[in-house]
């Protein structure tokens, strides 16, 4: 392999670091294999147009990773144990939950390339980064988290901004701020479940508003806080789960009039509002002091982040947030951190957020095809379709009907807050199942619908 001429990533790194980067690719490409020679230094260093100070800093920074070994009067070599471990891990690639609304995995390799040389940064940041470090994320994280908040309209004072780990993880610690176990907290008649346990969890009632097709409605929540008294108001105003609804600009405003006439804390979150390319601003934008916004990062990048940029009302409100998360999850972690802030920087985020929005535009052109005739909500960019099963079908026979199959099925059940669950069923688009694997589930799916196929 001593004709081995590496593509130099041009994303900011030096060039010794794009070099050790570079080996790491190409054993994944399978360009370079195990006991492969690599090119002696100066001639690397000619190939390249770069000093031979340079590659010679880049094989040492690639033998730091165990990527190669030097022998003096022999050379470099490539080590057989990288080679080894540079496929998927098969235990890997089966875990999966489909019980959760996923964004379609990137398949591209380019773009899989480029999120993996992100892992090359963090890994040569890998002790520091295995420090405990500040409950609400490091300057240079937050500095990230605002460069990315700015999609959605939001200028944040860095004293605001908290790093977390998850939005999950995140409600929760706002609530622990917010309300006292008996308190009611406001949020659509249908909701995220995750809502719904920790409001359990805290022994917080919830009330739910009735929803129109631009989503809550301004005069129900007027009625519901005088009678009530709630801490705060939940909302989901963007492609929200499960219905698709996205909140119109002026019924934001509007829903901002009547919390500020209140003085009502509002926890926004924003989980799915960096996906649409035309997005209304956020909430948070109508009624900045009153508003906790929560931009996660598990529908725009990916769940096993387990991230998300948070910005409080306040800066006190914020040190109260950096407290209730020391006590409930203690800090994001400091890697996964990294390596976000890293896609970031470099544009690598941007990417993977262009191809989650071409893809889930696929699928819903899928949907679109095969649900023909059948009731349901949906959008452009969604990662599923709110549907309304036919008469005579029912959710939990349905359920039953695809158990095991490769398609993630909700009941209403989940999410319903105001009145009883009705017969609809959140159907997931996104997560590993490939265009052909979601086309044939919904056939499926469409064929069990069927009025025939209820007859007993």
Known sequence: MNDWCPEISQNGSPRYVAIADAIVRDLERGVLR????????????????????????????????????????????????????????????????LTMNMPPEPRDERLLRRMREGLGYVGNN????????????????????????????????????AITPGAHATILAILTILADPGDTILCEAVSYPGLRAIAARLR???????????????????????????????????????????????RRRQIADVVTAHGLHVIEDDAYGFVPSDAPAALATHA?????????????????????????????????????????????????????TRWIEDGTADEILGYIRVESAARQAIATELLAGLEYRS??????????LPEGAGRADLMGRLAGRHIGIMPSDAFTVLGSPDEHVRVCLGGSISREELRRGLLLMTNSLQPDAWVG
């Open 34 to 97: 195990a006991g492969d020679r690599l090119p002696p230094q100066r001639k690397l260093a000619d190939l390249l147009g770069l000093d031979f100070t340079t590659v010679s800093r880049g094989y040492s920074e690639a033998q730091k990773r165990g990527l190669v070994e030097s022998h003096v009067g022999r050379g470099t070599f490539v080590t057989a144990q990288l080679a080894r471990a540079s496929g998927p891990d098969p235990e890997r690639t089966r875990d999966e939950d």
């Open 126 to 161: 890998m002790t520091p980064l295995l420090r405990y470090q500040s409950s609400t994320g490091s300057d240079r994280d937050k500095s990230a988290a605002m460069t990315w908040l700015g999609k959605r309209g939001l200028n944040p004072s860095a004293e605001c901004v």
């Open 204 to 250: 917080l009632n919830l009330q739910g508003l009735p929803m129109d097709e631009e989503g809550i409605i301004p005069g129900a929540l007027d009625c519901a806080i005088q009678e009530h008294k709630p801490r705060a108001l939940y909302l989901t105003p963007t492609l929200h789960n499960p219905t698709t609804v996205t909140v119109p600009a002026q």
């Open 288 to 340: 900045p002091d009153l508003t906790w916004y929560i931009g996660g990062l598990s529908k725009c990048l990916g769940g096993g982040l387990r991230l998300a940029y948070c910005t409080a009302p306040s800066s006190r409100c914020a040190l109260s947030l950096g407290h209730a998360l020391r006590s409930t999850a203690v800090m994001a972690s400091p890697i996964s951190s990294a390596l976000a």
């Open 379 to 388: 959008a452009p960019n969604a990662f599923n379709v709110w549907l309304r």
